[in-house]
């Protein structure tokens, strides 16, 4: 959202049409290209970006749909039901009624600033949050390399990608190692393509232009450096995306709602035609009679619910941000409350995420100077992604004082998935080469002929001597990787992932990563909430199991990745739910996991933080990663946590059962009190010679009781309120409204008697009376059912009950005022107003023990 000091300011426009792009550009060589775009080797110039930054705008698909304050305000007139009451204003002022025509008009436009100024500042709040999770890139500016922002980078510019890395824009290869995209997004392709320098067809298709990459594809493996072509919307993505303006699926909270539309949208429509087909029959005025029809209509609707909805998400994402969570989509806060498994890897959030390399040791287990210096180089000649064990290898390296020499870097072979290791050709001062491999066990152990100091074979015995040391070692909760090497010819082409064959196994690297000292709590914390705590790793099944039993997790039941592939869908769906740990999987498994769990009725919550996460992220109904993941982890991702806690995260599942329970209690409060209300005029329109309320009256009842509406998105919370997952119930909400609406019904009636009986009301002291009880009726009705606690023992929020108290005292005083004669209020005698306030307080009694019947009946299920 922008300021108000830019509110008739015009929205900088990207011209992304001015990018110069030469056709079939993936066709040309490279230096050409890069000649062409004014650029080379070492990138652009600061002062080069900055101007073609200014002149094509910043890489973003969304920077041309950034809401103004004046689009947001127009955007308050796009509901029917103000369109509605516009058009009866303008009849009104047709047909010479203009005190109605011009309170109706004034009543609207009070209700529509009031959700506009609410929806203003939650949207500026958010905005402001969301800026503090970006997506970077490594960009050569001056031939340095610099980390900046993604929607900085421009045409020209030379940016460095590893695996990991989501491509911020469009662009051909200038150097790749072992690199492989996943652009399944934009050409259907089941597995990472590989690209590699070198033009192409100029007539070559998106999946056969193996020098380009495309924006919002993602780095599987390997490294490349990327000149970018084309930016922003004139991107294929982007072209794509502007084509299709796809939105995200809606979360069940948002289709619950939609659901609630509905059903609102029957009764009124069939009120509306009956209250106005029978009001006409009975030669009422047509033009009062349509006015009463309609506004009825929108007394029955809670017309402020979008605006409610936004700022109790707003809040929620305020309070959450404070606890360090940042909300990256807002609508997912209440999927967050109704989350029920929480699935996540082990490291940095059941343990420390603090890694220790605890030894490395040779084929017999015994301490090896020679393993640690392999594994030295090779953690310091890698140039993927940057992870905590190559960081604890150099670490203990660097505290035992091993000297690498003159050994320095020839070549690599990057890490991948599938081969789960990594591999780094060094040379030592003479020229001799050598190919250092590290990575998975089991992996590793498969290219090795011969093993230990001596080389000797690598016979059965051995490989049975490794696989006991392994499983012992694993058991005891250490993370074992392999190390092995061979020595290899020079030569002036690429190594490549056939020459990681006919190694020497040298030894182990035993990492350590204890459990948190606080876990333990937290997971029964969790237990508590309804959210059963669930382990999904690459890490062998030993170790995982060790992890879970630490932290006490209950019934640990474990899967491994191969098992998984043996079982079908129906059968997965039936052991998810009773497995607790899932090991050795890989990103597509976890992705079954999920999918598994979703089908039994689960609301899932993933948290990951790598390359292999993406999938899972964006498969389950909460995404969560934190913000030192990878970009593409961080973009999959509905909330980012400022550092690896999962007690940071049970109190965002707290924040988030508390803004669906605020967003609820609004709309139990309205549709009890509105749903009643609205019955009772219809129907006292029926029997009554005149209307029982003016339509501006009607209006200045919804309006006044939408005042203190909008601060129940900051009330209190009971604690029940957020011990378990909520859902969504539409026939819950269907069967309150009925009963709730019923009562005050009830009690309308009884102000009908109270009214024409008793003080033998005019139409206008009727009209004033009826006002009086049917808005204090609404509005202590707030106090009453936002707890399913007996009131008194339930605090509301001092902005609620402050404003409830405000509208109150002004509605007392309103008959009394000397404009009231313009709503067509009259002043009222002692005894009858005082009625209305005893009827109001007999209201709340009734309705408290209602609502004890209701909760008792309804066996305290859900709500």
Known sequence: MLHFSRLFKHTAKSDFSQQVVPQAYWSLPAEQLMTQLGSGALGLTKRKAASRLKQYGPNALKALKRSTAIGLFANQF???????????????????????????????????????????????????????????SLVLRDGQPQTLPSDRVVPGDVVRLSAGSLIPADGVVLEARDFFINQAVLTGETFPAEKRPGATGAKDGLSERSNCVFMGTSVGSGTASVLVVQTGKATVFGQIAGKLALRPPLTEFERGIQRFGYLLTRIMLAMVVVVLAINIFMAKPAIASLLFALALAVGLTPELLPAIVSITLSHGAKRMAKLGVIVRRLNSIENLGSMDVLCTDKTGTLTAGVVQLDGAVDTEGQPSAAVLRLAGINAKFQSGLANPLDEAVLAAASKAGVDFGDAHKVDEIPYDFVRKCLSVVAADATGARTLITKGALDNVLALCT?????????????????????????????????????KVEARSSSYTRADESGLCFAGFLLFLDPPKADVRQTVIDLAARGVQLKIITGDNQKVARHVAEAVNLPAVNV???????????????????????????????????????????????????????????????????????VDVAKDAADFVLLRKDLDILRRGIDEGRMTFANTLKYILTTISANFGNMFSMAAASIFLPFLPLLASQI????????????????????????????????????????????????FDFLTFGALLWLFQAAPEE??????????????????????????????????????????????????????????????????????????????????EFAKKRFYARAGNENK
Do not use: C
């Open 78 to 136: 796009k509901s029917p039901l103000v369109l509605i009451l516009i058009v009866a204003s303008i009849i009104s002022l047709i047909a010479a009624e203009w005190i109605d025509a011009g309170m109706v008009l004034v009543i609207v436009v009070g209700s529509t600033l009031l959700g506009f100024a609410q929806e203003y500042i939650a949207g500026n709040a958010i905005e402001k949050l969301r800026s503090k999770v970006t997506i970077h």
């Open 450 to 486: 011969s093993a230990g100091a001596d080389a000797g074979a690598l016979d059965d015995a051995m490989r049975k001597r490794i696989e006991a040391h392994y499983e012992e070692w694993s058991a005891q909760g250490y993370r074992v990787l392999g190390v092995a090497w061979r």
């Open 699 to 746: 209006l200045l009842n919804n309006f006044m009781s939408d005042i203190p509406a909008t601060a129940i998105a900051g009330d209190r919370v009971d604690a029940e309120w957020v011990a378990k997952p909520r859902r969504w119930d539409t026939v819950f909400i269907r069967d309150y409204m009925v009963l709730f609406g019923l009562t005050s019904s009830v």
């Open 766 to 847: 009727f009209r004033t009376g009826w006002f009086l009880e049917s808005l204090m009726t609404e509005l202590v009705i707030a106090l009453v059912v936002r707890t399913r606690r007996p009131f008194y023992r339930s605090r509301p929020g001092t902005l609620l009950l402050v404003t409830t108290l405000a509208v109150i005292a002004v509605a007392l005083l309103l008959p009394y005022l000397p404009f009231s004669s313009i709503f067509g209020f009259v002043p009222l005698p002692a005894p009858l107003l005082l009625s209305m306030v005893g009827l109001t307080v007999a209201y709340v009694f009734a309705v």
């Open 559 to 629: 899967m491994t990745g191969r098992q998984l592939n043996d079982m079908g869908d129906g059968a997965l769906m039936h052991e998810a739910a009773r497995t607790t740990v899932f090991a050795e999987v890989d990103p597509n498994q976890k992705e079954r996991i999920i999918l598994a769990l979703q089908k039994t009725g689960h609301v899932v919550g993933y948290m990951g933080d790598g390359i292999n996460d993406a999938l899972a992220l964006h498969t389950a109904d909460v995404g969560i990663s934190v913000d030192t993941a």
